[in-house]
């Protein structure tokens, strides 16, 4: 039976890609959720590290400028190295640098 002029198709069109395809592309966009979480986590635990050590030692606010820098550096540096770094993981083991690599 047609759907008449106006009127929505019967049938459901899929919105995304079918079976182990929409798998795969659903395990990316989950990976990438985590890189986010793993950036605010990171710079969190290591401000509240400051804190903590500039109120022991009482040297505020150094600990609290040094560790909240290495942590959003360091956080900037991993989400860079997993957001940019997803071609080179298909490239496969002979990567330069890679345990076990040839270069």
Do not use: C, H
């Not at 929409?22 to 959720?33: N, P, S, T």
């Not at 071609?87 to 040839?102: E, H, L, N, S």
């Amino acid at each position: 039976m047609q759907a008449a002029v106006g009127q929505l198709p019967l049938e459901r069109i899929p919105a995304t890609f079918p079976g182990d395809d929409r798998k795969r592309v659903e395990a990316k966009y989950l990976r990438f959720a985590g890189v986010g979480v793993q950036y605010a986590l990171t710079i969190l635990v290591l401000t509240l590290a400051g804190i903590w050590l500039d109120n022991k030692f009482e040297t505020s606010p150094l600990f609290l400028v040094v560790l909240l820098l290495l942590g959003f550096v360091g956080a900037t540096w991993v989400l860079v190295r997993e957001v940019l770094g997803e071609d080179k993981k298909a490239d496969g083991p002979g990567d330069r640098g890679a345990p076990g690599g040839t270069g």
